[in-house]
């Protein structure tokens, strides 16, 4: 299916429901390549196959889905996540999962009409990592442990000849974690989010 579920959380306002918080896995890129989305030329298509995956999905289960693009005003997926206890802050700024590192990609979220339990005992992968590689892997600095994401830096960077390694292999922040090197990205796929980000 491409989709993994990356964490869930009681609702906060609603009782005996689950927020369960879904993301691409690593069969994403082979699966969503056959997609009609990725063929057909219109824009967003991953945020439209996520939406044709997660609407059936919801449907079946006889719940409703939430999309990070839906908006405004938008949901708030970075506080669900964190209530998750899946993802924490990592020194960059981004968030961190304890399974994909720095490779998140929530694609949406499952409404479903059930408490879900779960004994959680997890911490975040940050507190195990002495070297600590992602804060000084940005060859411009716009990730690091000193100051909020420089997003004009990072598009400048990768819009320029020195920036192709980024460009082409995905953001050298992301690949120096890890944890994200467990769950690493094929350089075609890189090169896709890249563009999608720098056109942005």
């Not at 999905?57 to 899946?86: E, Q």
């Not at 990592?90 to 979220?109: C, E, F, K, Q, W």
């Not at 953001?171 to 890189?190: G, K, L, M, W, Y």
């Amino acid at each position: 299916m491409g989709l993994m579920v990356m964490g869930h959380l009681p609702h906060p306002d609603i009782a005996h429901q689950t927020i369960v918080l879904v993301g691409t896995n690593a069969d994403f890129w082979g699966v969503f390549r056959t997609a009609p989305e990725y063929c057909d030329g219109d824009p967003h298509p991953v945020d439209r196959w996520s939406k044709r995956l997660l609407g059936d999905l919801a449907k079946d289960l006889g719940g409703s889905c939430v999309f990070p693009s839906d908006g405004p005003p938008y949901a708030p997926f970075i506080a669900w996540a964190r209530a998750s206890h899946r993802f924490w802050q990592s020194p960059t700024g981004m968030l961190v999962h304890d399974h994909v590192g720095l490779m998140i990609s929530i694609r949406g979220a499952l409404i479903i009409n059930a408490s879900i339990s779960e004994a959680i005992d997890k911490q975040s992968p940050c507190d195990q990592c002495l070297d600590r590689p992602c804060v000084t892997a940005c060859p411009v600095d716009a990730l690091s442990d000193k100051h909020p994401y420089d997003v004009p830096a990072c598009k400048t960077h990768i819009s320029s000849a020195d920036g192709t390694d980024c460009m082409e292999m995905g953001c050298a922040t992301r690949r120096a974690c890890p944890v994200s090197q467990a769950f690493n990205r094929s350089p075609d796929q890189s090169a896709f989010h890249m563009r999608a980000f720098r056109g942005s």
